[in-house]
């Protein structure tokens, strides 16, 4: 199995850019389609943004859509969710999930990452 570690969340203003890393280890990073997810307070875990296996097709939520860009480095076994533009109601901890499937919601196979926590003040 493959194991993930998030990194790279704070406290930012609205405006700010944030970039999140998810390292991945144990399992081959490349045989894994890879999602980044959020969850706000009181809400369901959402999905945000997802990238193939060979980091060729990339989906985004449309509440993201033009401001964040996901990336992979199967090389360093990493990947990365770039964040602008952000705004208060991006608030949340965000998570990383290997994957079958690039897109939609959570599913019952994902294997999460521990989470790291995104706050925007505005």
């Known amino acids: 199995q493959v194991q993930l570690v998030e990194s790279g969340g704070g406290l930012v203003q609205a405006g700010d850019s944030l970039r999140l890393s998810c390292a991945a280890s144990?399992?081959?990073?490349?045989?894994?389609?890879m999602g980044w997810f959020r969850q706000a307070p009181g809400k369901e875990r959402e999905f945000v943004s997802g990238?193939?296996?060979?980091?060729?097709?990339?989906y985004y939520a449309d509440s993201v859509k033009g401001r964040f860009t996901i990336s992979r480095d199967n090389a360093k076994n990493t990947l990365y969710l770039q964040m602008t533009s952000l705004k208060p109601e991006d608030t949340a901890v965000y998570y990383c999930?290997?994957?079958?499937?690039?897109?939609?919601?959570?599913?019952?196979?994902?294997?999460w990452g521990q989470g790291t926590q995104v706050t925007v003040s505005s």
């Open positions: 144990g399992r081959a990073f490349v045989f894994y389609a």
């Open positions: 999930a290997a994957r079958t499937n690039p897109s939609g919601p959570p599913r019952s196979d994902d294997r």
């Open positions: 990238i193939s296996r060979s980091g060729g097709i990339t």
